[in-house]
């Protein structure tokens, strides 16, 4: 076996640059089998995990993109299969970037739209924020027991360098076209009148999320209860069941079975597409999707990198290092 590939990806990883090595000499998903059936019939699990967008570091094994790039490639797939016969979206997320979350919604819909097949999203621990948004492009919502989801609403993230820079003595120059070129930045307080124009844009992304939400529970919530919910607090299964924001508490299996009468099928495998077929072999066995090479600590325990933007995502505290 060649051995440069292998020696020039740690060399390029060490230097810094991203790059993606095919060890296995094959760069493509392929189908693999998680409940067997002796039905023709398929049910693909595609998995929502993570932070939503492209907020964190790949590492040189990682044969896929972002959350987005994984989820549209596996739709793109299913649609081709005439023998997929419906989808569950597997939710384990905190949520994300607005854009992100938004066009995974987009997409999902655009499955469904496409295939006419059903769409089941199953909640794993935390399905929040933009977990939610993105869970209300489907059918029919399923939480485990123990899931967390709610947080409906938007969070803008703005880190202030401001105090800590002067105390070592740094102090940046700003040169700028306009009174609010540089608004948001992190080297100074946010003046009312940023603070204003902030909270414009948050209402706004706040309505599309509650548009969404609409959307999907037209018939069970109305458009008051729906804001009276979605006040940025998290929400249990049972809660949200309670509450109508779910249709349903369970686990896989309960998922499955609802999907296939939504299907009108008595059976069927229950499939997944991956890159690692050796490693997904049950419903629970871990994917290594992302395997960074060297340990790499971030600031913050959530985010593994901090920017300012918009959100639907559950934030509820960061810690540093």
Request: charge should be neutral.
């Amino acid at each position: 076996m060649k051995r440069w590939p292998i020696v020039m990806g740690l060399m390029l990883a060490a230097a810094g640059c991203t790059v993606r090595l095919d060890f296995l000499g094959e760069d493509r998903m392929r189908e693999v089998v998680l409940l067997k059936s002796p039905a023709k019939e398929k049910i693909l699990v595609v998995d929502v995990e993570g932070t939503i967008g492209a907020l964190g570091q790949q590492g040189i094994l990682d044969r896929e993109g972002d959350v987005l790039s994984r989820v549209y490639a596996r739709l793109q797939r299913a649609a081709e299969d005439k023998s997929v016969r419906g989808l569950i979206l597997r939710l384990d997320t905190p949520g994300g970037d607005v854009t992100t979350s938004d066009i995974l919604y987009r997409e999902v819909r655009r499955f469904k739209e496409k295939t006419g097949r059903p769409v089941v999203a199953l909640m794993m621990g935390v399905a929040a924020s933009g977990g939610y948004y993105v869970a209300s492009a489907c059918d029919l919502i399923i939480a485990h027991p123990s899931t967390i989801t709610g947080s409906i609403g938007v969070i803008a993230v703005y880190p202030d360098m401001e105090g800590l820079l002067s105390k070592v003595g740094v102090k940046m120059q700003i040169i700028k076209s306009g009174d609010l070129k540089d608004a948001g930045s992190p080297f100074r307080d946010l003046d009312e009148r940023e603070q204003r124009l902030f909270q414009e844009i948050i209402d706004d992304f706040y309505e599309r999320f509650l548009e969404i939400i609409r959307e999907s529970r037209k018939d069970r919530l109305s458009p008051d209860e729906i804001r009276d919910l979605a006040d940025g607090r998290v929400y249990t299964a049972a809660q949200a069941l309670e509450l109508k924001l779910i249709d349903g508490i369970g686990y896989f299996d309960e998922a499955l079975g609802r999907l296939l009468k939504m299907a009108k099928i008595p059976d069927a495998q229950v499939v997944a597409y991956t890159y690692y077929p050796k490693k997904q072999s049950n419903l629970y066995a871990a994917k290594p999707e992302s395997m960074p090479l060297f340990e790499q600590k971030s600031i913050v325990d959530l985010l593994p990198t901090l920017r300012s933007g918009f959100y639907y995502l559950w934030l509820p505290k960061m810690k540093t290092d």
